[in-house]
């Protein structure tokens, strides 16, 4: 247990770097870019962390709303494919104290909310940590939001169950702006 909260501690230390300073970022706008609608493009690993290769692909939209007077904002994804369909719901709250984002998700397949990942941005792209279980056992999660204009946005997920080692990308998630 020692093993993996240390290395969440160190994960936690990596996002925390992404907004230190003498006094926080104000990071509060840093999601404004992405209100709106999107159309998406997503890819996911079937079974990440088995050693399996097989992505399937999904297609639908990306619908982003500003709640609570812009402190926050809402994410509705609904996309389907040859493996199914993918509807979920993400809160993303901005904490004013640290400059940092809390990302809390939710997939309607299971009615549950994950662990939210935390972290901010620096220089345009933003990187976001949390330790979540799967399969019954603890893994580190990153969450990287890149490449970021006004019309596209890219997404990418990581799992690591090494304490941050190595990581495994299984989710990858283009959002092109629905004109």
């Known amino acids: 247990m020692k093993i993996r909260h240390a290395a969440l501690a160190g994960a936690l230390v990596a996002a925390s770097a992404l907004t230190a300073s003498a ?37 639908g939209t990306t619908v982003v709303r500003k709640v609570l007077d812009g402190d926050a904002n809402l994410v ?11 509807r979920g719901v993400s809160l993303r709250l901005y904490r004013p104290d640290s400059g940092q984002w ?6 309607r397949a299971t009615g549950e909310m994950s662990p939210p990942t935390i ?3 620096k ?11 799967l399969n019954g056992r603890a893994i580190l999660v990153r969450f990287v939001i890149a490449d970021v204009t006004a019309d596209s946005i ?6 690591s169950d090494d304490g941050g080692k190595t990581w495994e990308l299984n989710w990858v998630a283009i959002d092109t702006r629905v004109k």
């Not at 890219?154 to 799992?159: A, D, G, P, V």
């Open 76 to 86: 509705e994804l609904d996309v389907a494919g040859p493996a199914g369909r993918i």
């Open 23 to 59: 006094a926080p970022r104000d990071g509060q706008r840093d999601f404004d870019v992405h209100i709106g609608a999107w159309k998406t493009k997503l890819k996911r690993l079937q079974k990440p962390l088995t050693g399996s290769t097989a992505w399937v692909e999904y297609e």
């Open 123 to 133: 220089d345009g792209s933003g990187e976001f940590y949390a330790q979540e279980m």
């Open 102 to 107: 809390a990302l809390h998700f939710a997939n």
């Open 154 to 159: 890219r997404f990418e997920q990581s799992f």
């Open 119 to 121: 972290g901010g941005f």
